[in-house]
């Protein structure tokens, strides 16, 4: 069964640190990997990509892929309470390209 | 770009009544779109997918004459419950995916959801 694990949290960090959040997946043959942010009461929303090993900037955030070792990171620089929600990491499989999502990982950044 | 749109954001319905929610991709065209439900504190799981033109593909466990799925255009697709029944209120959210900008992506555009309260 295809499974896709991150540590629920909370994890907590104050504002202007660095938050990492993980998240690791069953499938080797995995190609497209996401990060989203969920707030309280609404949709995901799309923050990154990372399709290849190594990592990938864009703004704040560090998305990190490591194949060999089935894992996927997402760093937050400078957090900001705005930065407060559920990330959630998704893998994509098979040839429609479905989604299967981690629970989660519920960030709280304290003024 | 990239947007999604769902309509409507809320719907309370008697128990035992159909609830039709839209779902529209208004920038692109989606060839494939996936609805999803989210029951509180839980993560999304994907009930179905449905590519335009095509008949739905069902997550084991879905039941297919209960979540009736329609994508019958590149920018539309809805979802029918009938029937509902109070175990049925959630939170549904579809996303899609298809072409922007005239390149095909994979990534998953999610729509705002539709909060379904059955009484």
């Known amino acids: 069964q295809k499974e896709v694990e991150q540590n629920s949290g909370p994890l907590s960090v104050p504002e202007g640190a660095i938050a990492s959040l993980n998240c690791t997946y069953s499938?080797?043959?995995?190609?497209?990997f996401f990060w989203y942010r969920q707030y309280s009461g609404k949709s995901p929303e799309l923050i990154m990509s990372?399709?290849?090993?190594g990592d990938k900037e864009d703004g704040r955030f560090t998305a990190q892929l490591n194949k060999a070792s089935q894992y996927v990171s997402l760093l937050i620089r400078d957090s900001q309470p705005s930065d407060s929600a559920t990330y959630l990491c998704?893998?994509?499989?098979?040839?429609?390209?479905?989604?299967?999502f981690g629970k989660g990982t519920k960030l709280s950044v304290k003024p | 770009g990239a947007v999604v749109s769902q309509h409507p954001s809320w719907v309370i319905c008697k128990s035992g009544t159909s609830v039709k929610i839209e779902c529209r991709s208004l920038?692109?065209?989606?060839?494939?779109m996936f609805w999803y439900r989210q029951f509180p504190k839980q993560s999304l799981m994907l009930m179905a997918t449905?590519?335009?033109?095509?008949?739905?593909?069902?997550e084991q466990g879905v039941e297919k004459d209960k979540f009736l799925i329609n994508h019958a255009s590149l920018t539309l697709s809805t979802l029918t419950v009938t029937s509902a029944h109070p175990e049925d209120s959630s939170f549904y959210i579809c996303?899609?995916?298809?072409?922007?900008?005239?390149?095909?992506?994979?990534?998953?555009?999610f729509g705002p959801g539709t909060r379904l309260t059955v009484l």
């Open positions: 996303s899609a995916r298809g072409s922007t900008s005239g390149s095909w992506t994979d990534t998953q555009y």
């Open positions: 499938d080797r043959g995995s190609q497209s």
């Open positions: 990372i399709y290849s090993n």
């Open positions: 998704a893998v994509s499989w098979g040839s429609q390209g479905n989604l299967i």
């Open positions: 920038d692109f065209q989606a060839t494939t």
């Open positions: 449905s590519n335009e033109g095509s008949k739905a593909t069902y």
